[in-house]
């Protein structure tokens, strides 16, 4: 592994029963994601490409092979140890935003790093600060409901980097927004990534946000090859 690598997949299979039958979904995935990487996964619906991220993220284990930090195997870790390393080095995107409803846009920011034990002063200041980088200081108080789905997915994009992660997954990340919005998004993800350095890794059907992303592979037969 490189010194700029952050995240490795060595040989990762996934599968999963149904039915009584064994359905293979990762056929043996290799993926280095790299400092600052900007990487788009694209492929047909039911392929396997979220059940890919959330391998990678380390939310579900492969069938076989590895998911490397350096030369350690992440997943020999114990789940109380992992949840850690994984609240501290990966954020996450979804396609839903998954926000409390009854707590602030501040509040929800904060969460993962009070999760982390960091003390409230300092969630706040974080909160604050990337609020204020998303555009979104004025509506720090409001809750959910009460704001726009684009501004309810820079709130989750706000809580998915309070931790500073090596890694952002965004799983669909604007498939419930309109064209405006989704743009609004795609410019944010970009830039963010470039300011941050944090290492970026997409699945979406958006054909124009996937040409955007430095290295644009796609998920067929359960492996990943580079878009032709």
Request: proline content about 4%.
């Amino acid at each position: 592994m490189s010194d700029e690598s952050v995240l490795r997949l060595e040989a990762v299979h996934k599968s999963f029963s149904h039915l009584g039958r064994e359905v293979r979904v990762l056929g043996g995935v290799d993926l280095e994601i790299r400092r600052g990487a900007q990487i788009s996964i694209v492929g047909k619906s039911g392929v396997g490409k979220s059940t890919l991220l959330h391998v990678a993220g380390t939310l579900d284990p492969p069938s076989r092979g590895r998911v490397l930090w350096g030369d350690r195997d992440l997943f020999r870790m114990s789940e109380p140890e992992l949840a850690r390393w994984r609240n501290r080095r990966i954020g996450f995107v979804f396609q839903f935003h998954h926000l409390l409803p009854e707590f602030t846009a501040r509040e929800n920011v904060m969460l993962p790093a009070l999760i982390a034990g960091r003390p409230w002063v300092e969630a706040a200041r974080r909160a604050d600060a990337l609020l204020e980088r998303l555009g979104l200081s004025e509506r720090a108080t409001h809750r959910p409901g009460e704001l726009s789905g684009g501004e309810q997915q820079r709130v989750s994009l706000g809580r998915a980097l309070v931790m500073e992660p090596d890694i952002l997954f965004a799983d669909e990340p604007t498939g419930n927004l309109d064209e405006r919005t989704s743009e609004e998004i795609h410019e944010l993800l970009v830039r963010l990534n470039r300011d941050l350095g944090t290492a970026l890794v997409l699945v979406t059907h958006n054909a124009a946000l996937a040409r955007r992303m430095e290295t644009r592979l796609v998920l067929t037969e359960g492996l990943l090859k580079p878009c032709e």
